[in-house]
Nanobody, 124 residues
Framework: VQLVESGGGLVQAGGSLRLSCVQS????????MGWFRQAPGKERQFVAA????????DYVDSAKGRFTISRDNAENTVYLQMNSLQPEDTAVYYC??????????????????WGQGTQVTVSS
């Protein structure tokens, strides 16, 4: 199974980006999916997760009301719509997949495979 993220870039504060994560080599609907981020000098942080069906979602508090995670199982793709971006959102964003029973995993050790990441930079 392979995950490839895209959609990162440079945006001004208040702007929006939509990240995509395409899975190959597997069937996306069997996996809960999540987004994490890691800023320079900081630990990797949970951002959002979506259950296999897409019905259940979970977010870190700082993302609630600004970010939306969604998935299209037919297209084997997970999205992260990010609005009202702020400089503190600057990080490398990673997509991850979970094969287990947790609906919306929020810990990185709960995920089984990861993408390579996409850089998001928000200027003030």
């Amino acid at each position: 199974v392979q995950l490839v993220e895209s959609g990162g870039g440079l945006v001004q504060a208040g702007g929006s980006l939509r990240l995509s994560c395409v899975q190959s080599g597997g069937t996306l609907r069997y996996y809960a999916m999540g987004w994490f981020r890691q800023a320079p000098g900081k630990e990797r942080q949970f951002v959002a997760a979506v259950s296999r069906s897409g019905v259940n979602t979970d977010y870190v508090d700082s993302a609630k009301g600004r970010f939306t995670i969604s998935r299209d199982n037919a297209e084997n793709t997970v999205y992260l719509q990010m609005n009202s971006l702020q400089p503190e959102d600057t990080a490398v964003y990673y997509c991850a997949g979970n094969w287990g029973d947790i609906a919306t995993p929020s810990k990185d050790e709960e995920y089984d495979y990861w993408g390579q990441g996409t850089q998001v930079t928000v200027s003030s």
